[in-house]
């Protein structure tokens, strides 16, 4: 059984910083992208960042220049550097990641690790 599990998450201030960190782990075979998704109270689930196995990266246009995502392939863990905080970055962070296992890909999601962004 896969498991996804996020930790990193806090209260932090405006302009703050915070690192979060994913790993995969289970009956794994291979991971294709890694990625990062938020959902804010009363808003949908969005796209915050993914990485490739290669090392190709996408970012939201409202992250750009203040996140960074990173990953240890040895390890099976996405990073998500986090700097220049916003209130509006408030979110419930969720990492995501196709994967290959039980003799298919497969999407899997984490629990989610809840970032606060206030004074």
């Known amino acids: 059984q896969v498991q996804l599990v996020e930790s990193g998450g806090g209260l932090v201030q405006p302009g703050g910083s915070l690192r979060l960190s994913c790993v995969a782990s289970?009956?794994?075979?291979?991971?294709?992208?890694m990625g990062w998704y938020r959902q804010a109270p009363g808003k949908e689930r969005e796209l915050v960042s993914w990485i490739t196995s290669g090392g190709s990266t996408k970012y939201a246009d409202s992250v750009k220049g203040r996140f960074t995502i990173s990953r240890d392939n040895d390890r099976n863990t996405v990073y998500l550097h986090m700097s220049s905080l916003k209130p509006e970055d408030t979110a419930v962070y969720y990492c995501n990641a196709d994967l290959w296992s039980g003799g298919r890909w497969s999407d899997y999601w984490g629990q989610g690790t809840q970032v606060t962004v206030s004074s």
């Open positions: 289970g009956s794994i075979f291979s991971i294709n992208t």
